[in-house]
T-cell receptor, first 116, second 109 residues
Framework: GAVVSQHPSRVICKSGTSVKIECRSL??????MFWYRQFPKQSLMLMATSNEGSKATYEQGVEKDKFLINHASLTLSTLTVTSAHPEDSSFYICSAREGGQLETQYFGPGTRLLVL | GQNIDQPTEMTATEGAIVQINCTYQTSGFNGLFWYQQHAGEAPTFLSYNVLDGLEEKGRFSSFLSRSKGYSYLLLKELQMKDSASYLC??????????WGAGTKLIIKP
């Protein structure tokens, strides 16, 4: 099956620093990538949807200037958490969708962010 | 608004059968998904239903009734490794996934 990777898998940073998370589709071209956030014991919350070569569409309540998303190629999307604060500590998961397969999303393994 | 409801937590015994229900109200419908998520890991795909009826895949089966806005995931011959959260998600008219809060399944020996 299709594989999506995320890097890093775990990151600890100081408050005020920026953290970049990469999401890669390894064996298919991901025209659309999704970024989710999941707090402990809660379900996934969609943060934004990004289509290759265009600006990301952010969900209501998600600050686009704080969570910068870039989807510059068909195999790579990045999420940068700028000026991270302890409340940004969470599990960030990306998923990717290939071309016309609108019903299928392949999930990355997730990135656990801890902001001290 | 869009809404997915599923029980918060269920407990079952190893070797038994458990049914996890999911009801939904969404703007449009392009299929219902069940995912399994172990603690600290990303969700893994279990099943996809877009037509009414039962889809069987090994020990796991998923049922859908579109007229009732209802689905269930049936797990047979439960094993300890089945202890996880089970997420119900509906794909709406924009092909976006609307997620339920998940059902934590606890398997006891």
């Amino acid at each position: 099956g299709a594989v999506v990777s995320q890097h890093p898998s775990r990151v600890i940073c100081k408050s005020g620093t920026s953290v970049k998370i990469e999401c890669r589709s390894l064996d298919f071209q991901a025209t659309t990538m999704f970024w989710y956030r999941q707090f402990p014991k809660q379900s996934l919350m969609l943060m934004a949807t990004s289509n290759e070569g265009s600006k990301a569409t952010y969900e209501q309540g998600v600050e686009k200037d704080k969570f910068l998303i870039n989807h510059a190629s068909l195999t790579l999307s990045t999420l940068t958490v700028t000026s991270a604060h302890p409340e940004d500590s969470s599990f960030y998961i990306c998923s990717a969708r290939e071309g016309g397969q609108l019903e299928t999303q392949y999930f990355g393994p997730g990135t656990r962010l801890l902001v001290l | 608004g869009q809404n997915i409801d599923q029980p918060t937590e269920m407990t079952a015994t190893e070797g038994a059968i458990v049914q996890i229900n999911c009801t939904y109200q969404t703007s449009g419908f392009n299929g219902l998904f069940w995912y399994q998520q172990h603690a600290g890991e990303a969700p893994t795909f279990l099943s996809y239903n877009v037509l009414d009826g039962l889809e069987e895949k090994g020990r796991f089966s998923s049922f859908l009734s579109r007229s009732k806005g209802y689905s269930y995931l049936l797990l047979k011959e439960l094993q300890m490794k089945d202890s996880a959260s089970y997420l119900c998600a509906v794909m709406d008219s924009n092909y976006q996934l609307i997620w339920g809060a998940g059902t934590k399944l606890i398997i006891k020996p």
